[in-house]
Nanobody, 126 residues
Framework: QVQLVESGGGLVQTGGSLRLSCAAS????????MGWFRQAPGKEREFVAA????????YYADSVKGRFTISRDNAKNTVYLQMNSLKPEDTAVYYC???????????????????WGQGTQVTVSS
């Protein structure tokens, strides 16, 4: 079965950096666009970033643009999220997700993603 396993979360001070990883198995990874979402306590899960199947195009939420970078290594079946200049408002559980079809207009739509990981906690202290 399909599994997405996130890692790399933790506690970091404001201005610090973290790199999240998401290892995929049970699917042909290079056939899927990948996304990162996050959910803070009491809030809805929100889009963070996405990348097309070959890494040719990337998309970001305005709140993270210029600070976060999404990338992928299809040889390792892994997608990454490099997070720099972290802020307390970045505190959330971060989830990776996979989608077979892709539309730039719907890149942030949660319902279009077929598979989800279990999440990894990121906490940014002030």
């Amino acid at each position: 079965q399909v599994q997405l396993v996130e890692s790399g979360g933790g506690l970091v001070q404001t201005g610090g950096s973290l790199r999240l990883s998401c290892a995929a198995s049970g699917l042909i990874f290079s056939n899927y666009a990948m996304g990162w979402f996050r959910q803070a306590p009491g809030k809805e899960r929100e889009f963070v970033a996405a990348i097309t199947w070959n890494g040719g195009s990337t998309y970001y939420a305005d709140s993270v643009k210029g600070r976060f970078t999404i990338s992928r290594d299809n040889a390792k079946n892994t997608v990454y999220l490099q997070m720099n200049s972290l802020k307390p408002e970045d505190t959330a559980v971060y989830y990776c997700a996979a989608r077979r079809s892709f539309s730039p207009r719907r890149v942030a739509n949660r319902e279009d993603y077929s598979y989800w990981g279990q999440g990894t906690q990121v906490t940014v202290s002030s």
